[in-house]
């Protein structure tokens, strides 16, 4: 395996965003992207800018606040696709636009009805307008995995000749297998024309679980760009993981002999970050990120861990930044100290937003006397990275037990308009959701309320994890807080603000990239 570094392209913000519920607004965008950028990430996919309006000034906001990173937009092969793109990431430090079109012959009949030789002059066409706008272009031929290997190469030689610097080979449905990909970047290598002066990337789906796997037999054959997600979001079972992708040349590089520019101690942060955002929880055998990446729980474990780490783990916690949940401040802590455990956990804010999180780590620290870092991240979400929106939480009053009904008083500001309502339930959870949901006149149905206790401790903030669908339309949820019907509250008026974001979204279209 020769010596070099892999070009890691991250579209959290816009293949991630395709996950049910998973929808950011342009303040959520800036934030990940600006975390991204922290992370090390080489190139940023902000989105998808002819989409919608909303799309568009997204991908504008982070064009005109990363300076390190490239800002890629998406586009079809199209012209009003390509000046979309192109104006809403132009402002950026390093501009890119990435185009597309279907190549296999399923996509050809039923999605494009074109023939070969159309999509063959659409594909010089598109990247020829790209190139005379920007520097940077990157060509996708869509469902490259399902696709006849010489059309292929014929699509590839038109898109280097027409000024395209990478060709990027999806797996779009996630259908291929390790040995099989290895052999067609292998065969791309040798037959299309000029490949020598584009950089040959990969973004592979996860439907078959073998997302990065693929992405890694890939690079072992030639390609140097691996286009990724945080947490392995993304539509369907979702994309390849920044986090395993990075780590595996990380921790395998007397294998590989290959390197990122990826600052590994920013995953941690950038996976919670991302998790609290869209409101996807991380499952807890997760590889890199889960909660039990380096818990040892089984005997044999645990004894060789104690007398040698390197026995059961291959790489540590501090590695991805991942702070042991050790306590580190009380409720006689000061702003200063707040501030400097901030910075070890990876989050710089504002003085105007460490404030605002002090505050909030006040109110907690009466309430429970070991402030952890999972608690400390769980008030910078709330206090932070969640703008109000339509529906804002102001007070929850819940009475329940054995010999009374339960009932919940909830005060509510819609629009700012603030409304107070009473309502009896057949459990606590029941009443406070019957009240706020009667209050709002929202109407969704409930698909999933879960709990989990963010440290040990029966003090510990409690987060509440609600999913809500209405015609088709998912909105994921969360709330933390010590009083855990507080939590609840908080879950589900979060979930009903991102649901109400969802539905005045007016993206009429979704790639399927």
């Given at each position: 395996?020769?010596?070099?570094?892999?070009?890691?392209?991250d579209?959290?913000?816009?293949?991630?965003e395709?996950?049910?519920?998973?929808?950011?607004?342009?303040h959520?965008?800036?934030?990940?992207?600006?975390?991204?950028?922290?992370?090390?990430?080489?190139?940023?996919?902000?989105?998808?800018?002819?989409?919608s309006?909303?799309?568009?000034?997204?991908v504008?906001?982070?064009?005109?606040?990363?300076?390190k990173s490239?800002i890629?937009?998406l586009?079809?092969?199209r012209?009003?696709?390509?000046?979309?793109?192109w104006?809403?990431v132009?402002?950026?430090?390093k501009?890119?636009?990435?185009?597309?079109?279907?190549?296999?012959?399923?996509h050809?009949?039923?999605?494009l009805?074109?023939?070969?030789?159309e999509?063959?002059?659409?594909?010089?066409?598109s990247?020829?307008?790209?190139?005379?706008?920007?520097?940077?272009?990157?060509f996708?031929?869509?469902?490259?995995?399902?696709?006849?290997?010489?059309?292929?190469?014929?699509?590839?030689?038109?898109?280097?000749?027409?000024?395209?610097?990478?060709?990027?080979?999806?797996?779009t449905?996630?259908y291929?297998?390790?040995?099989?990909?290895?052999?067609?970047?292998t065969?791309?290598?040798?037959?299309v024309?000029?490949?020598?002066?584009?950089?040959?990337?990969?973004?592979c789906?996860?439907?078959?679980?073998?997302?990065?796997?693929?992405?890694?037999?890939?690079v072992?054959?030639?390609?140097?760009?691996?286009?990724?997600?945080?947490?392995?979001?993304?539509?369907?079972?979702?994309?390849?993981?920044l986090?395993?992708?990075?780590?595996?040349?990380?921790?395998r590089?007397d294998?590989?002999?290959?390197n990122t520019?990826i600052?590994?101690?920013?995953?941690?942060?950038?996976?919670?970050l991302?998790?609290?955002?869209?409101g996807?929880?991380?499952q807890?055998?997760?590889?890199?990120?889960?909660?039990?990446?380096f818990?040892?729980?089984s005997?044999?474990h645990q004894?060789?861990?104690?007398?040698?780490?390197s026995?059961y783990?291959?790489?540590?916690?501090?590695a991805?930044?991942?702070g042991?949940?050790?306590?580190?401040?009380?409720?006689h802590?000061?702003?200063?100290?707040l501030?400097?455990?901030?910075?070890?956990?990876?989050?710089r804010l504002?003085?105007?937003?460490v404030?605002?999180?002090?505050?909030?780590f006040?109110?907690?620290?009466?309430?429970?006397?070991?402030?952890?870092?999972?608690?400390?991240?769980?008030?910078?979400?709330?206090?932070?990275?969640?703008v109000?929106?339509?529906?804002?939480?102001?007070?929850?009053?819940?009475?329940?037990?054995?010999?009374?009904?339960?009932?919940?008083?909830?005060?509510?500001a819609?629009?700012?308009?603030?409304i107070k309502?009473?309502?009896?339930?057949?459990?606590?959870?029941?009443?406070?959701?019957?009240?706020?949901?009667?209050?709002?006149?929202?109407?969704?149905?409930?698909?999933r309320?879960?709990?989990s206790?963010?440290?040990?401790?029966?003090d510990?903030?409690?987060?509440?994890?609600?999913?809500?669908?209405?015609?088709?339309v998912v909105?994921?949820?969360?709330?933390?807080?010590?009083?855990?019907l507080?939590?609840?509250?908080?879950?589900l008026v979060?979930?009903?603000?991102?649901m109400?974001f969802?539905k005045?979204?007016?993206?009429?279209e979704?790639?399927h990239?």
């Amino acid at each position: 395996m020769s010596h070099g570094k892999i070009i890691i392209f991250d579209t959290t913000l816009r293949d991630g965003e395709q996950s049910p519920g998973a929808s950011m607004d342009v303040h959520e965008k800036v934030l990940v992207a600006k975390q991204l950028e922290a992370l090390g990430v080489d190139k940023i996919e902000a989105g998808f800018p002819v989409s919608s309006p909303g799309d568009f000034d997204a991908v504008q906001a982070v064009a005109g606040e990363i300076r390190k990173s490239m800002i890629v937009g998406l586009c079809r092969a199209r012209e009003t696709d390509i000046r979309a793109a192109w104006d809403a990431v132009k402002e950026a430090k390093k501009p890119g636009l990435h185009t597309f079109i279907g190549t296999s012959d399923i996509h050809l009949k039923y999605q494009l009805n074109m023939s070969a030789s159309e999509v063959l002059k659409a594909v010089e066409g598109s990247v020829k307008a790209c190139r005379s706008l920007c520097r940077d272009v990157e060509f996708s031929a869509m469902d490259a995995t399902r696709s006849d290997w010489g059309f292929l190469v014929d699509v590839y030689s038109a898109a280097i000749a027409a000024g395209a610097n990478t060709i990027n080979v999806p797996d779009t449905v996630g259908y291929t297998n390790p040995q099989e990909f290895f052999n067609l970047i292998t065969h791309l290598k040798k037959k299309v024309k000029k490949i020598e002066d584009a950089v040959i990337a990969v973004h592979c789906h996860n439907d078959l679980g073998m997302a990065t796997a693929n992405s890694v037999s890939a690079v072992m054959a030639g390609a140097r760009q691996i286009e990724c997600t945080i947490n392995g979001i993304g539509e369907r079972a979702g994309n390849t993981s920044l986090e395993e992708v990075v780590m595996i040349f990380n921790v395998r590089k007397d294998l590989y002999k290959l390197n990122t520019s990826i600052d590994t101690t920013q995953i941690y942060p950038a996976s919670r970050l991302v998790s609290h955002i869209t409101g996807i929880p991380v499952q807890p055998n997760k590889a890199i990120v889960g909660s039990n990446a380096f818990a040892h729980e089984s005997g044999i474990h645990q004894d060789g861990y104690l007398k040698e780490r390197s026995t059961y783990e291959i790489m540590t916690p501090e590695a991805i930044g991942y702070g042991k949940t050790n306590l580190v401040l009380g409720k006689h802590s000061g702003r200063h100290a707040l501030s400097k455990r901030l910075e070890s956990l990876g989050y710089r804010l504002a003085d105007e937003d460490v404030n605002k999180v002090f505050r909030r780590f006040k109110e907690i620290s009466d309430k429970k006397k070991e402030i952890f870092d999972a608690d400390i991240e769980a008030i910078v979400i709330e206090e932070i990275y969640r703008v109000p929106d339509k529906y804002e939480l102001r007070h929850v009053n819940v009475a329940s037990g054995t010999v009374s009904t339960p009932s919940a008083t909830v005060v509510l500001a819609v629009e700012g308009e603030e409304i107070k309502e009473s309502r009896f339930g057949n459990g606590p959870v029941d009443a406070l959701y019957k009240t706020i949901i009667h209050m709002t006149g929202f109407d969704a149905e409930l698909k999933r309320f879960s709990v989990s206790s963010i440290t040990g401790g029966t003090d510990a903030q409690g987060e509440v994890t609600v999913e809500l669908a209405d015609r088709g339309v998912v909105s994921v949820g969360q709330g933390a807080d010590p009083d855990i019907l507080v939590a609840s509250a908080k879950a589900l008026v979060n979930a009903m603000n991102r649901m109400e974001f969802l539905k005045n979204r007016k993206s009429k279209e979704n790639p399927h990239l």
